[in-house]
C-alpha cells in the first residue's frame, strides 16, 4: 500500500483499521461505527482507511507493538502514528473492544492533532 495517497486529505487526521479477512472487515466493524453516535459524529473529522490482509503494509511502524489484528492505529496528515492514543490492553495496545474508549481517543486525536496544527514547530520535534 501507498500511504502517500492516504495523505493527500489536507489537514485531517485519519486512522486505519487493520483487520485479518474480508469478511470480519466488511461485516463487523462498519455496524459498530455507524450505531455508534459518538464515533459517527467524530468520524466525519477523519479520514477512515479500512485494510485488508493484502494491503497492510509491512514495516515495522505499522505494528509498533505487534502484527495482531484487528488494530486501530490513529495518523496525523503525514502519516506519523500518534503511538499514545491506545486501548485499553497493555499487550495489544491499539486493539478496541469497548466503543466508549475509541470514542473517547478520537476526541483525543483530534485536540492533540489541533494543538500540533496551531504550532507546526512542536510536531517536527
Not at 463487523?28 to 485488508?52: C, D, R, T, W, Y
Not at 494491503?55 to 495518523?75: K, Q, T
Request: no cysteine; glycine share 6%.
Amino acid at each position: 500500500m501507498n500511504l502517500s495517497r492516504f495523505l493527500t486529505f489536507g489537514i485531517s487526521p485519519f486512522f486505519g483499521v487493520l483487520f485479518a479477512g474480508r469478511e470480519l472487515a466488511r461485516g463487523s466493524v462498519k455496524p459498530l461505527f455507524a450505531a455508534h453516535p459518538g464515533i459517527n459524529k467524530l468520524s466525519q473529522h477523519f479520514v477512515m482507511v479500512n485494510l485488508e490482509p493484502d494491503e497492510v503494509p509491512r514495516p515495522p511502524e505499522f505494528e509498533p507493538d505487534g502484527a495482531y489484528v484487528p488494530r486501530i492505529l490513529f495518523f496525523s496528515h503525514d502519516g506519523r502514528i500518534f503511538r499514545n492514543i491506545i486501548g485499553k490492553e497493555p499487550r495489544n495496545k491499539y486493539f478496541y473492544d469497548n466503543m466508549r474508549r475509541l470514542e473517547n481517543n478520537m476526541k483525543r486525536v483530534l485536540r492533540q492533532y489541533r494543538e500540533e496544527v496551531q504550532d507546526p514547530s512542536d510536531a517536527a520535534q
